[in-house]
């Protein structure tokens, strides 16, 4: 009898098939959320689960369950799941760090471009028709190079951005929970500096923290007040560390000069008064979504399970468990 994975998001079968060799595989077909209860239903009768950034499991969702050993987070972000409640409950949690670490800082870059030199704005404008003629004085955006880049969290996302900030001549800056390594920081170029510091100097900042109670809306109106009037702010962390509300504010009032951002407070949904801006740009939390990189965060992920159900050659070692102490009190079943 194999155990039996369920898959919450749509994979591409070429990435689970070799799993249907040692597991039952359960596959969602296509995207979709689920309710509380049926990812409860769902996770009641598996071994094991993969599951996506959307798909919120705490006490609440593995209660009574004594089969469940493993749910691997499809994302290196893990605010979806209550670690403590599934420690509590004997199943290991993992995540995709790593491995997505230089695809999130293209991305960043991607955004922080796109927002400075109207990327999104004048392909709507091309699209429409608009172009009659070109004028000389007309699409000026700020220069990226030569600017001083902030970047709130200076993990291994946040250090990857800063690298790519010498090709640019940026003058970097950054505010972190601790300050890094002096070693870290000569090969990052980076300069600590505090939060406030942080919003005054940043020409473009660049938000790449983990969504915990102490982030959340880490980014608010007192925040913005500090930022230059010609600034933008990229946000590829969590749509919840930043006070939208506020930003909206902030854009409104031309106390900002642009946004560029790949999460949401309430994604999938995304805020009217945001769509409204031509200064901000807006893409749907892809900033992980490299053809190479969503492969190497499947197969981390499969790993993992495969390792907590004594499977292959990581066996009882989950790569990149979140809680392994887990490992140690799994309930008799
Ligand atoms: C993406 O947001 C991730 O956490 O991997
Ligand atoms: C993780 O979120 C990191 O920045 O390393």
């Not at 077909?29 to 996770?43: D, G, I, N, T």
């Not at 922080?112 to 004028?135: P, T």
């Not at 007309?138 to 996302?157: F, Y």
């Not at 003058?171 to 300050?179: C, M």
């Amino acid at each position: 009898q194999k155990p039996k994975l369920w898959i919450s998001r749509a994979l591409f079968p070429e990435w689970i098939d070799p799993v249907r060799e040692w597991a039952d595989v359960d596959a969602a077909a296509e995207e979709r959320a689920y309710s509380p209860e049926e990812l409860k239903r769902k996770l009641a009768g598996v071994d094991a689960a993969m599951v996506g950034l959307s798909d919120r499991i705490g006490a609440d969702e593995v209660a009574g369950n004594t089969r469940l050993k493993v749910i691997a987070n499809l994302g290196v972000g893990y605010n979806n799941l209550d670690i403590p409640a599934l420690t509590a409950a004997g199943i290991v949690a993992s995540n995709t760090p790593e491995v997505l670490n230089e695809s999130v800082a293209d991305y960043a870059w991607a955004l922080m471009l796109a927002a400075a030199r109207r990327v999104a704005e004048s392909d709507r404008f091309v699209r429409r028709g608009g172009w009659k003629g070109s004028a000389f004085t007309a699409w000026l955006g700020p220069d990226v190079h030569g600017k001083t880049l902030g970047i709130l969290g200076m993990g291994r996302i946040g250090r990857a951005i800063a690298r790519r900030a010498a090709g640019f001549s940026m003058n970097v800056v950054y505010h972190n929970r601790s300050r890094l390594k002096p070693e870290l920081e000569q090969e990052v170029a980076a300069r600590y500096v505090d939060k406030q510091e942080l919003m005054r100097a940043s020409d473009f900042l660049i938000l790449i923290v983990p969504l915990t109670p102490e982030s959340h809306h880490a980014i608010g109106g007192a925040e913005l007040a500090l930022m230059k009037p010609e600034a933008i702010l990229v946000n590829v962390a969590r749509g919840g560390i930043v006070d939208e509300l506020a930003l909206v504010e902030a854009l409104h009032a031309k106390r900002l000069a642009g946004a560029a951002l790949d999460v949401f407070e309430g994604e999938p949904k995304v805020r009217d008064e945001l769509l409204a801006f031509d200064n901000v740009v807006l893409s749907p939390h892809i900033a992980s979504a490299s053809a190479e990189t969503r492969r190497a965060m499947a197969l981390l992920a499969i790993e993992n399970v495969k390792a907590v159900l004594g499977l292959g050659e990581h066996a009882g070692h989950p790569p990149t468990a979140l809680n392994p102490e887990a490992l140690g009190h799994r309930r008799a079943d």
